[in-house]
């Protein structure tokens, strides 16, 4: 074993430096030896029920097509196992997929690879089956905005008691950056990084919320320098002062499992406090002197996607919002054999598909949390983007979400991002939201 480990690392650091020396005498090259694009038979990536849907893979090797090579593929519902599995090969640089079809509105996956000089080529691709007609399992309870208002009520009682510590490393004579510790429940606390342009104007708040996890915050200047006064948080209490070994002992404790935790009724489950703590976020932005009183936005990606949505419908401060593929959408999709959202309960083959509890137990305190529940109840502007190729949160679930939204909504689909954004998916949010300051 030493032995494998050892030409393994010899053969590394050798492959290393020759690409290093090679390009300090040579250059670098302006573009890849091998180049593949994936290309649906459907611009849109989008197929009636019924039809017929296939991808084509073209690939060159310095520019000359490849030929004879085999590509296997694996295709079926997004998010379960594959329905059919076969192979394919490359003529003259195409290689042609046909991926099937569907009889209800959801998307079909493809996952490919093939090898070529030695190296892996693989990806997923997914197409879309009349996505504006899926719809969510998740109804709305009666007593949902009671539920809510009451619980907002309650915690708007607590003193936000702010605690600011400085960052120099993030501040300069422009902008100001501060940690700040917030108590946003009778025992939940939260930290956030707040930066302020330091030029004696009222500016429009930003919050963002942050993805799935428990990992370090950092700040950010991207807002500022748009003129926002910006404030990305986290979500357990754990103090981001701490050193990074004291601190991944500290968040393994505490947020391990979070998601499935307190699930069996809606007063227990980890999400509630979560949820109003960062509307109360937004409450002390609004608070500070140098807001200019008329403009908060909220934005996120993934779990920050998803507390994008909940925060606009449940403070109504917040002007506009701007979430990227969220999760915690259509939470129930897998109970009914359809691709539900992160973080996926109730499958049969995921991590956080076991929830512990009785399954309609789970099910009707998530009815609660659903983010498409909050989609139904935002009534200010929304700019969303997704792509197709995402398999953490499918995009059948973000759709589910996108298709309740009653409020002014703008959508960006790039079909082949997966779970991240293409710069200009963000120039466009960008410009949506100064279009919108007041």
């Keep these: 074993m030493k032995c494998i480990v050892w030409l393994l690392l010899t053969f590394i650091f050798s492959t290393t430096a020759f690409a290093q020396s090679f390009r300090q005498e040579f250059g670098a090259p302006r573009k890849n030896f091998a180049e593949v694009m994936v290309v649906p038979d459907h611009a849109d990536c989008c197929y009636m029920l019924g039809q017929q849907s296939s991808l084509r893979i073209i690939a060159q090797r310095g520019g000359v097509p490849v030929d004879g090579v085999v590509v296997r593929y694996r295709v079926g519902p997004e998010m379960f196992l594959p329905e059919h599995a076969d192979s394919t090969v490359f003529r003259n640089g195409e ?27 693989r990806d997923l691709h997914k197409v879309a089956y009349e996505p504006e007609r899926i719809r969510t399992f998740t109804d709305m309870p009666s007593d ?14 607590v003193d936000l008691q702010p605690e600011y510590y400085d960052v120099p490393e993030a501040s300069d004579d422009k902008m100001e950056t501060k940690l700040v510790r ?19 104007k009222r500016h429009p708040v930003v919050l963002v919320p942050p ?80 807001w200019d009183g008329k403009n908060v936005i909220v934005t996120g990606g993934s779990q920050g996607g998803a507390l994008t949505l909940v925060t606009a419908a449940l403070n109504d401060k917040v002007t506009m919002c701007a979430p990227f593929y969220p999760a ?9 054999n359809r691709a539900g959202g992160w973080p996926k309960f109730f499958s049969k083959f995921y991590g956080d598909g076991d929830l512990g509890v009785p399954d309609d137990k789970a099910a009707e305190t998530l009815r609660y949390f659903d983010v498409v529940n909050f989609a139904r109840s935002v009534k200010v502007p929304v700019f969303m983007s997704w792509g197709y190729s995402d398999d953490t949160c499918s995009p059948t679930s973000v759709w589910a979400a996108w298709n309740e939204i009653s409020a002014s909504k703008v959508k960006d689909v790039t079909p082949t991002s997966g779970h991240w954004r293409f710069a200009s998916s963000q120039e466009k949010c960008a410009a949506w939201m100064l279009g919108l300051l007041k």
């Design 211 to 290: 993805g799935a996890g428990s990992n370090k915050i950092f700040p950010s200047d991207y807002f500022p320098k748009m003129g926002m006064i910006y404030m990305k948080i986290e979500i357990h209490g754990n103090d981001q002062r701490l050193p990074d070994s004291v601190y991944d002992a500290v968040r393994k404790q505490n947020c391990s499992g979070y998601t499935g935790r307190g699930i069996a009724a809606r007063e227990s489950y980890y999400y509630k406090d979560v949820y109003v703590g960062c509307a109360r976020a937004v409450d002390f932005l609004c608070s500070l002197p140098d």
């Design 182 to 200: 917030l108590r946003v429940g009778m025992d939940k606390w939260i930290y956030g990084y707040l930066t302020r342009p330091l030029d004696g």
């Design 144 to 157: 949902f905005d009671t539920f809510w208002d009451k619980t907002l009520k309650k915690v708007r009682t």
């Design 95 to 121: 290689a042609v997929i046909n991926i099937g079809t569907m009889a209800e509105p959801g998307f079909m996956a493809c996952n490919y690879e093939f090898i070529l000089d030695g190296k892996r080529y």
């Design 328 to 336: 915690l959408c259509d939470l129930l999709g897998f109970h009914h």
